[in-house]
């Protein structure tokens, strides 16, 4: 199940099952949106991005959706492993990728073997 | 792929030193840079963007005197935490960006103690 805790959501799932994070965006004029993969004590690592022009896209495991309407974009990841235990930020910027990005608040992932 | 290093991966040092970090773009040239601090369990707040040759600019709330970066070459960025004090303790995190097309790659980040 999800949590909320001081700082950090957290999202608890088993072995295999498939996860879904979510993420409330701020700006509505961004037009480009990245998931990265953060674990303890390290950089944060790129999953998937997309555009705006687009509401779905799909990579190894990993689906990114956006809902422009609602300012909302998720991350699915299928049969997760306990590898994916991390957490989870979306960014967003303007433009093509040469911007500062804006970050999420960030979501915890523990996956139980 | 794009890699950058960043050094030291993690530094203590006394209250009222100066510490510098370094970050580096290995195999592309970084024409924009990006300083980021991230405190426990929290997201990464950008501190500010530097541009090669040219100053850098700040976030509201960071002290430009306190926090100096340098951007003196494409390949590398340097930020000095001045007269560090306890509650500069963080995690410092930096990103690089190219006109060539390799978007954002970040620093495997430099955990700072002061004591």
């Known amino acids: 199940g999800e949590s909320v805790g001081l700082h950090l959501p957290t999202l608890s799932v088993q072995e295999g099952d498939n996860s879904i994070i979510n993420c409330a965006y701020s700006n509505s004029a961004s037009d480009y949106f990245i998931w990265y993969k953060q674990e303890s004590g390290k950089g944060p690592q790129f999953i998937i991005d997309i555009r705006s022009n687009m509401d779905k896209r799909q990579g190894q495991r990993v689906t990114v959706l956006l809902n422009k309407t609602v300012k909302h974009l998720s991350l699915q990841i299928a049969a997760t492993q306990p590898g994916d235990s991390a957490v989870y930020f979306c960014a967003e910027t303007l433009g093509s990728g040469y911007s500062t990005l804006t970050f999420g608040k960030g979501t915890m992932l523990l996956v139980s073997p | 792929g794009a890699v950058v290093s960043q050094h030291p991966s993690w530094v203590i040092c006394k209250s009222g030193t100066s510490v510098k970090i370094e970050c580096r773009s290995l195999d592309f040239q970084a024409t924009t840079m990006f300083w980021y601090r991230q405190f426990p369990k929290q997201s990464l707040m950008l501190m500010a963007t530097?541009?090669?040759?040219?100053?850098?600019?700040?976030e509201q709330g960071v002290e430009k005197d306190k926090f100096l970066i340098n951007h003196a070459s494409l390949t590398l960025s340097t930020l000095t935490v001045t007269s560090a004090h306890p509650e500069d303790s963080s995690f410092y995190i930096c990103s690089a960006i190219s006109g060539q097309g390799y978007g954002y790659t970040f620093g495997s980040g430099t955990r700072l103690t002061v004591v």
């Open positions: 530097s541009n090669e040759g040219s100053k850098a600019t700040y």
